[in-house]
């Protein structure tokens, strides 16, 4: 499992946190507007490990959907915007890997001298920030339910983060795990790609959740809320899964 997970993904090395280190926390546009219970868990984990969490309240967005959708001089703005809001911080933490790759990889891409684009290597997706950098791989969390996990392609592919993630998931008391078919396949969401490409992303998005169906799961776990829209859309649009909650796996997490 270990070997899969790791195979041909990059390899960061993760600087050395300091106790009493302030944590900002990057909801992102989703998560703050549809997803609001994700941020709430994550502050909660970081809080538990006594790690002092702050809201900026001026951040806005990353500049994804702007470059997904070919406006690369709007995502360089909005890009320098979220360096303004988050430059004081020394660690940035999100719940949501397609962010954290945007901030991380795609920042360098667009402006790789700026300001913003070294704002952007402090960025980190929750969970490697959990195990990564502070070392936990056990929450204490207990969920006694039947759980599949889907990991996005910016979290599993652009920072290769699938890992820490697993471990956290496996640590959980009372989760039965039930992989998805064909785990590596993208849900089709791909940020505006849903909206340009309509037929081919619902196609891939109803092949997922046939496979999330194939898995035998009660609950669906993920660390991409984006994918959460699209493949969870579709299930609730089916009478045979629209009862399954789609939850990010830090709310699983903060379960006791």
Sequence with gaps: MIEALTKNVPHWEYPQYKRGDTVALFTTCFIDQFFPSAARAVVQLLEEQNVPVEFPPEQTCCGQPA????????????????????EKYRWVVT?????????????????????AAKVGLRVYEITEFLVNVLGITDTGAAFPHKVA????????????????????????????????????????????????????????????????????????ATTDLSCAMHFGGIMRLDPTMKSIPVMHLAEILVNR
């Design 95 to 115: 719940p949501s890997a397609s962010c954290a790759a945007m901030c991380r990889i795609f920042f360098q891409d667009l402006a790789p001298e700026s300001a």
């Design 67 to 86: 470059l997904n959708s070919g406006y690369r001089d709007d995502a360089i703005s909005v890009m320098n915007q979220f360096g303004r809001v988050f």
């Design 149 to 220: 996990m889907h990991i996005g392609c910016h979290g599993r592919r652009e920072l290769g983060i699938a890992e820490p993630a697993m471990k956290l998931l496996h640590s959980i008391r009372g989760l039965d795990y039930h992989e998805i078919p064909n785990i590596e396949e993208c849900c089709g969401f791909g940020g505006t790609f849903s909206v340009k490409m309509a037929g081919t992303s619902l196609a891939m998005g109803r092949k997922k959740v046939a496979n999330i169906r194939a898995a035998g799961a009660d609950v669906v």
